[in-house]
């Protein structure tokens, strides 16, 4: 099956009868990035034995009169460039709260760290990671503030729920209210808050919801990013009666991005960020797409082509400490 068809299907499995409309429109998105990029179609991303990834936020070392990501771009060249190839800069967008995921403007720098310009110039010497922060959003960003005033299309791009609603089922991460009330020019409601009061769950059964983050990470590919994070991604989709972690939808959501990046952008990547059990999370690589012709291809997901494993690095360090393996093994 081509990736032009899992697109369709799982598109049709989302959103019914508005499935082929959402994909009509999918493709003006991709087909407007390939023009813009026709250099971007290149080799599929691929990780070797010779690949290593930093993480850091964009603010690590700050120095008078250099913009933070100025100073971090000459300290991996001088000391880290023989030893590294790929950095992850944990979220660099203007931000409200959580240490950056609770982002404003997903589309802006934050400038008290620097400017695109200078994610650039990274993206010269080293191979980019960028944070897609896409199950929410800051309640102080354009795009609530105008839900709140009712405003096309943002009205129906956050989830609205009778607090009445019998809530029990849904999975909790943090100990917060899953509803939080807010004022609108309709009345006060209340919204869906996963995570806290300052991060606004987005609407993805609004397809034009997905259309405007598959928008967003086409953009973060142009901007550099050659392998993006999905935080929080087994979170997108929410089923009042159910658990809303880790649903089907969810895995359809990750099955489509990764689609859209094999035709638009196949040298970039995607890693799930999904904090659950070790069974559930390697779910996330999704089915195998390649059959008996492999040829000595590895087995290739239609999902994410990396996972986190919250797990693996202290059971790393703890087998070290211990001089003993039995309970890494067993994990």
Not at 11 to 36: C, I, M, P
Not at 253 to 266: C, D, Q, S, T
């Amino acid at each position: 099956m081509s990736d032009e068809s899992r697109i369709r299907q799982q598109l049709n499995f989302l959103y019914g009868t508005e499935g082929d409309r959402t994909w009509v429109e999918l493709q003006k998105l991709v087909k407007e990035f390939q023009s813009r990029n026709p250099n971007l179609v290149g080799d599929e991303f691929r990780l070797d034995e010779n690949d290593a990834i930093l993480i850091t936020y964009g603010d690590q070392f700050q120095e008078k009169n250099r913009r933070n990501l100025q100073s971090l771009s000459d300290f991996l060249n001088n000391y880290l460039g023989d030893s590294i190839n790929r950095v992850h800069i944990l979220p660099f967008y203007p931000y409200s709260s959580d240490y950056g995921f609770s982002v404003i403007d997903y589309r802006q720098v934050d400038p008290d760290i620097g400017t695109w310009e200078d994610i650039s110039l990274l993206a010269n010497d080293f191979l980019l990671m960028f944070d897609a922060v896409i199950n929410h959003i800051s309640r102080e960003s354009t795009w609530f503030q105008a839900f709140q005033r009712g405003e096309e299309p943002y009205k129906d791009y956050f989830i609205t729920i009778d607090p009445a609603t019998d809530l029990s089922s849904i999975f909790r991460p943090r100990a917060l209210p899953l509803l939080t009330p807010v004022e609108t020019n309709r009345g006060g409601v209340y919204v869906w808050t996963t995570f806290s009061e300052d991060q606004i769950d987005l609407n993805y059964a609004n397809p034009q919801v997905l259309l405007e983050i598959v928008d967003l990470l086409l953009f973060y590919v142009e901007r550099g990013a050659r392998l993006i994070r999905l935080d929080a991604v087994g979170y997108v989709w929410k089923l009042i009666g159910t658990s809303s972690l880790n649903l089907p939808q969810a895995h359809s959501f990750v099955k489509i991005i990764r689609g859209v990046l094999n035709i638009a952008a196949p040298q970039t990547g995607i890693i799930t960020e999904t904090n659950v059990p070790h069974e559930e999370n390697f779910k996330y690589f999704g089915e195998p797409v390649n059959d008996k012709n492999l040829k000595g291809k590895p087995l290739n997901g239609d999902e994410a082509q990396m996972v986190y494993q919250f797990s693996l690095a202290p059971l790393i360090l703890h087998s070290f400490i211990c001089g003993d393996i039995t309970v890494f093994i067993e994990w």
